[in-house]
Each structure stands twice: as structure tokens, then as C-alpha cells.
T-cell receptor
Framework: EDQVTQSPEALRLQEGESSSLNCSYTVSGLRGLFWYRQDPGKGPEFLFTLYSAGEEKEKERLKATLTKKESFLHITAPKPEDSATYLCAVIYGGATNKLIFGTGTLLAVQP | DGGITQSPKYLFRKEGQNVTLSCEQNLNHDAMYWYRQDPGQGLRLIYYSQIVNDFQKGDIAEGYSVSREKKESFPLTVTSAQKNPTAFYLC??????????FGPGTRLTVL
């Protein structure tokens, strides 16, 4: 079955404590992997798109990487304002625009 | 500013009532989508449209209907046939096969 799994479900970090979030996928013909940030009660905010294994993207304290089976979102020296739910989604296969979303990782960064 | 707007932000429905959620975008995107988000679950696709006057059912289309008469607009109607409509509804748009951009969401509650 085509699916996207994110781990851990929740993560609590101290300010400045770096860590990584994981997104593993089992789909055929990956066309793109997307990372989003979602704050409570708001729509997801687009962060990154990764298209092929080995690709990396960076934005401030966030760095996303992609392998053939998974993606990591590395958070370096996080701040409390980085607290949010981080969602991963993939688009794959033939002529379709459909995304499959993971259930997200809830990140809490304590001062 | 380009973006996606959804209205209303909060909506209350009585049993047996149909309600319509608005979604407008000025990003000139061809594709538009409706998702439902429930606590502890990933985003689930209700309907999507890749072009004006055409739309397809997503994974959970029962009890919902849509129209796409204009490129900018993709309203969602939650009908009385939807037995558990209380959820957070998100609209998104994209250039074909690329990252989706989300609106701020509508929270629907059944009284």
C-alpha cells in the first residue's frame, strides 16, 4: 500500500538542542516530496520541495534531505518559535496531482 | 498579494443542513483541492480539480459536492448526507504536479 509515515509523532526539545524528523515513504515512482509547517488552527505553510535522492534544501534553521526511501528534516539550534506540526507529503506515479500526507510530527521547543 | 482565501473562518451547522465553504485563489493556479483534517489524522483529500469545469473525487468524497465554474473559485458544499462533518477544512491550489499552497482553513462544527 502506498503510504507516508512520519516519526516521531511528537518531539520535545530544549532551545538549541538540534534534532531530526523522519518521513519514510513506500510509493512507486516518486515525483516529489514536500515539507510543510502547520501552526495550530492555521493552514499548512510550504517549506521545501525535494525531487531526487541526494537533494538538499535549507531555510534558516531547517534543512531537508532526501534518499530513495525517506526524507529528514534537520532542525539546527531550534528556537521556541519553531514549535509547530511538521507535515510531509509525496506526489508519485502517473498523471495525477494527488498528494499523500503523513500524520505529522508535533515539535515543541522549550526555552 | 497573491494567495488563497477561505471563508468563513468558523461555521456552525445544524443537523440536516447543507453548508457551503468558500475558496478563492489569485495565484493563477490551474489545480485546486479540498482536504479535511481531523485530530491525529493526516490530511484527507475530498475533491480536486485540475481544470475549470472538471473535478474528481478524492478519498472521502461521500457527503460532499463541489463546482469549478471559474479558475479562481472552488466552493465545497457539505451536505446533510455527511454524517460526521465536524472538522477543519483546508483548500489548496497548485501549478500542475508541483507543491500545493494552502488557505487558512474553515472550522466546521455541527450543533
Amino acid at each position: 500500500e502506498d503510504q507516508v509515515t512520519q516519526s516521531p509523532e511528537a518531539l520535545r526539545l530544549q532551545e538549541g538542542e538540534s534534532s531530526s524528523l523522519n518521513c519514510s515513504y513506500t510509493v512507486s515512482g516518486l515525483r516529489g516530496l514536500f515539507w510543510y509547517r502547520q501552526d495550530p488552527g492555521k493552514g499548512p505553510e510550504f517549506l521545501f520541495t525535494l525531487y531526487s535522492a541526494g537533494e538538499e534544501k535549507e531555510k534558516e534553521r531547517l534543512k531537508a534531505t532526501l534518499t530513495k526511501k525517506e526524507s529528514f528534516l534537520h532542525i539546527t539550534a531550534p528556537k521556541p518559535e519553531d514549535s509547530a506540526t511538521y507535515l510531509c507529503a509525496v506526489i508519485y506515479g502517473g498523471a495525477t496531482n494527488k498528494l499523500i500526507f503523513g500524520t505529522g510530527t508535533l515539535l515543541a521547543v522549550q526555552p | 498579494d497573491g494567495g488563497i482565501t477561505q471563508s468563513p473562518k468558523y461555521l456552525f451547522r445544524k443537523e440536516g443542513q447543507n453548508v457551503t465553504l468558500s475558496c478563492e485563489q489569485n495565484l493563477n493556479h490551474d489545480a485546486m483541492y479540498w482536504y479535511r483534517q481531523d485530530p491525529g489524522q493526516g490530511l484527507r483529500l475530498i475533491y480536486y480539480s485540475q481544470i475549470v469545469n472538471d473535478f474528481q473525487k478524492g478519498d472521502i468524497a461521500e457527503g460532499y459536492s463541489v463546482s469549478r465554474e471559474k479558475k479562481e473559485s472552488f466552493p465545497l458544499t457539505v451536505t446533510s448526507a455527511q454524517k460526521n462533518p465536524t472538522a477543519f477544512y483546508l483548500c489548496a491550489s497548485s501549478v500542475t504536479y508541483n507543491e500545493q499552497f494552502f488557505g487558512p482553513g474553515t472550522r466546521l462544527t455541527v450543533l
